[in-house]
């Protein structure tokens, strides 16, 4: 009797879904069907408004500057050429 080899996979595409970070990745757009690097923007999100509670009780004058520092803003990626939105890259 002879061992057979395990069986080849063939053609199996395995699809990862892409790590959204702080740069932008490279995707296939759901939307256009392209594929895009990623356009980021620093939007506020649930980690500049806790940073900013914080400092509203500790700090009063300063609450709002966790709002304008990028290091405390969700990342979204869109699409270059929809405009779709692609993905978060969220800090909390
Ligand atoms: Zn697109």
């Not at 069986?7 to 199996?12: C, E, F, I, K, T």
């Not at 980021?40 to 300063?62: H, K, R, S």
């Not at 966790?66 to 405009?83: A, E, F, M, N, Y």
Request: net charge positive; charged share 10%; hydrophobic share 35%.
């Amino acid at each position: 009797m002879q061992q057979g080899y395990s069986p080849q996979q063939g053609n199996v595409t395995v699809v990862v879904p892409p790590e959204f970070g702080e740069k932008p990745v490279q995707v296939t757009c759901g939307n256009c069907r392209q594929t895009v690097i990623t356009t980021t923007t620093a939007e506020n999100g649930a980690c500049a408004y806790i940073a900013c509670i914080i400092v509203l009780i500790f700090c009063c004058p300063c609450f709002f500057i966790p709002l304008c520092i990028d290091s405390c803003k969700d990342i979204q990626h869109t699409c270059p050429g929809c405009g779709a939105r692609l993905g978060t890259y969220k800090r909390v």
